[in-house]
């Protein structure tokens, strides 16, 4: 594939006095904070949603579900789309549905309207602009710092959770659920539009090189160490159909697919089950931002230390975050303590949260090619099914047994699963992380 040639930010961005990957990451952070927070919101529509219209649990979770599962469906698209079109035109499109969807949400009346806006077009949208579409163009513009780049754009997550959640929470209990919806519409459409037109895909595409290396050679003509493992593995071009015929991807699937349904499970129901256990819903709320905030140092810091000592340690990290989350949930029940949710709070945030800072690399540094977007795009089915199983499966489960506990002991058995298959994909087998190259260097 021929490199697309620079457009015209080249004119400015080689005048700045730092690396335009930074701007990207900047802006990343920006979108996260807010377009997350859009999605996520709806842990705290839901409870008012199912007290004003009587909808059971498993149907008003289903429109959360029903929107990840249509964005599962379109992801191989999205991901032809950002190979070919770039992340502009992939994420200011996330910002036309979600901004519509939550604009439109005041008009709900049946749950067909439901679905149609809070459950698909935000849905949709957010997946176009949050960790998904994100993780197939961030990794681009660094290789070094790979982990830590990621993670920082990422952390935005738990500053828009800290300031946004409460907020939100605040309008839906003085004005209602309908203007918590317009101000979160509004925010997406006035913020996110005009700053993403400084994103790009790559830093090629403007003349640039990946960390802000320059184009000349080395001091002294000496080649930089090279962090590939496989040779045979990487002097492949892998289109999808390569990538799908190896166990790799498969076992990729399988670890995205039990991780997200972990994740999402407990991020929708968690504000309404502490609710039911005793706490007041400015505490649950409180709670779900708090997990997003410790998840800050969590996420950079995890993040950092995978570029020195591997993706699947800290992907297991991340796993084990949610499995001792769940089971202080399950404790909780019987001992609603301030203790146990600071236990459930930081081991989901600080540990949990981390597997979004190398969900991109461990892809990119076994399928790293022209064709990267296409192939994340499809195994973003398995992350989309995931996030839509996990909060449907969960409410199923509540309403046929009248306790979230089964639902729970579920997602514990996921993320084990999860973090198995991402050891066996081994993407330290393909290509090592930095601090890996520097001590075979020492050796």
């Given at each position: 594939?021929?490199?697309t ?19 990207i990451i ?6 996260m904070a807010i377009?997350?927070t859009?999605r ?5 529509l ?8 009587g909808?059971?649990?498993?149907l008003?979770a ?5 929107g990840f599962?249509?964005?599962a ?7 032809r ?5 770039g992340?502009l ?38 997946n ?8 197939q ?7 070094r710092r790979?982990?830590?780049a ?5 952390s935005?997550?738990?500053?828009g959770?800290?300031?946004?959640l ?8 003085g004005?209602?659920?309908?203007a918590?919806?317009?101000?979160m ?5 006035l913020a996110?539009?005009p700053?993403n037109?400084l ?6 595409d403007?003349?640039?090189l990946?960390?802000?290396e320059r184009?000349?050679?080395t001091?002294?003509g ?9 040779v ?5 071009e892998?289109t999808?159909?390569r990538?799908?015929?190896?166990g ?17 499970a407990?991020?929708?129901?968690q504000t309404k ?12 709320a ?16 995890l993040?950092?230390l995978?570029?020195r000592?591997?993706r ?14 769940y089971a202080?949930l ?9 203790a146990l ?8 945030g600080?540990?949990g949260?981390?597997?979004?800072s ?6 990119a ?5 022209p064709?990267?977007?296409s ?5 973003t ?9 996990g909060?449907?499966?969960?409410g ?5 047994t009248g306790?979230y506990?089964?639902?729970?002991v ?5 993320c084990v699963v ?5 050891w066996?994909a ?18």
């Amino acid at each position: 594939m021929n490199e697309t040639p620079p457009d015209r930010h080249a004119r400015w961005t080689h005048r700045l006095p730092f690396y335009y990957g930074w701007v990207i990451i900047a802006v990343a952070f920006v979108t996260m904070a807010i377009a997350v927070t859009a999605r996520t919101a709806y842990s705290l529509l839901m409870p008012p949603l199912i007290d004003e219209f009587g909808w059971d649990r498993g149907l008003a979770a289903g429109a959360f579900s029903f929107g990840f599962l249509v964005s599962a469906v379109l992801s191989p698209i999205v991901g032809r789309v950002m190979d070919r079109r770039g992340p502009l035109v992939v994420i200011e499109s996330g910002v036309v549905l979600v901004s519509a969807g939550l604009l439109l949400a005041p008009a709900i009346e049946t749950p067909l309207h439901l679905y149609l806006t809070l459950g698909l077009a935000v849905g949709c949208g957010a997946n176009l602009m949050t960790f998904t579409a994100h993780s197939q163009f961030l990794p681009n513009w660094f290789v070094r710092r790979r982990g830590l780049a990621v993670s920082v754009a990422f952390s935005g997550v738990g500053v828009g959770a800290i300031v946004l959640l409460p907020w939100l929470q605040s309008i839906i209990e003085g004005e209602g659920w309908r203007a918590a919806c317009w101000a979160m519409g509004l925010l997406v459409l006035l913020a996110l539009g005009p700053l993403n037109l400084l994103v790009r895909r790559r830093p090629q595409d403007i003349g640039l090189l990946p960390d802000g290396e320059r184009r000349e050679a080395t001091p002294g003509g000496t080649r930089k160490p090279s962090n590939i493992v496989d040779v045979a593995w990487t002097s492949i071009e892998w289109t999808l159909g390569r990538a799908a015929r190896t166990g790799r991807f498969w076992w990729i699937i399988v670890g995205f697919f039990s991780a997200l349904f972990a994740w999402y499970a407990v991020q929708v129901h968690q504000t309404k089950y502490l609710m039911e256990i005793g706490f007041d819903p400015l505490t649950a709320a409180w709670g779900l931002g708090i997990v997003s905030v410790v998840a800050i140092p969590g996420q950079i810091g995890l993040g950092a230390l995978s570029d020195r000592i591997g993706r699947e340690w800290i992907w297991t990290v991340g796993c084990a975050g949610f499995a001792i989350c769940y089971a202080a949930l399950i404790a909780l029940e019987q001992t609603p303590s301030p203790a146990l949710l600071w236990i459930m709070i930081i081991s989901q945030g600080a540990l949990g949260y981390a597997l979004t800072s190398v969900m991109g690399a461990i892809v990119a540094e076994i399928f790293e090619g022209p064709h990267f977007g296409s192939i994340f795009g499809t195994i973003t089915i398995a992350l989309i099914g995931g996030g839509a199983a996990g909060p449907f499966v969960a409410g199923v489960i509540h309403d046929l047994t009248g306790s979230y506990r089964p639902a729970f002991v579920l997602a514990i058995a996921c993320c084990v699963v999860s973090a198995i298959a991402i050891w066996i994909a081994a993407p330290r087998k393909v290509r090592l992380v930095p601090g890996r190259v520097t001590a075979r260097m020492r050796r």
